[in-house]
């Protein structure tokens, strides 16, 4: 079993950036491929990014991709969204997510996750 605790959302203004981090309890943390998804207000959770659990893979989703970076630390037990250039349409409360994994690619769907953080959530002003 694995707790995740997400923190360093806040406000920012459009163009600026925040980094999320995710801690996650537990001793085999090396093990999971860990997720960040994000809901916005009145929409349906979608996928952020991903990272399998050795840091080799990382997937994002168009949205995203060439301004957020998923990294992860194994060592700390962290894995973390750093987001540039961020947008009003990036304004949603972001969640960690993890499972138990060692394939080379990390899921991307909700269901291919059992483990969730509490989320934290990001405003972009214009």
């Known amino acids: 079993q694995v707790q995740l605790v997400e923190s360093g959302g806040g406000l920012v203004q459009a163009g600026g950036s925040l980094r999320l981090s995710c801690a996650a309890s537990?001793?085999?943390?090396?093990?999971?491929?860990m997720g960040w998804f994000r809901q916005a207000p009145g929409k349906e959770r979608e996928f952020v990014a991903a990272?399998?659990?050795?840091?080799?893979?990382?997937y994002y989703a168009d949205s995203v991709k060439g301004r957020f970076t998923i990294s992860r630390d194994n060592a700390e037990n962290t894995v973390h969204l750093q987001m540039n250039r961020l947008t009003p349409e990036d304004t949603a409360v972001y969640y960690c997510?993890?499972?138990?994994?060692?394939?080379?690619?990390?899921?991307?769907?909700?269901?291919?996750?059992?483990?969730w953080g509490q989320g934290t959530q990001v405003t972009v002003s214009s």
């Open positions: 997510a993890a499972v138990l994994s060692t394939t080379l690619v990390p899921g991307h769907r909700i269901r291919d996750y059992n483990h």
């Open positions: 537990g001793r085999t943390f090396s093990s999971y491929a």
């Open positions: 990272i399998n659990w050795s840091g080799g893979y990382r």
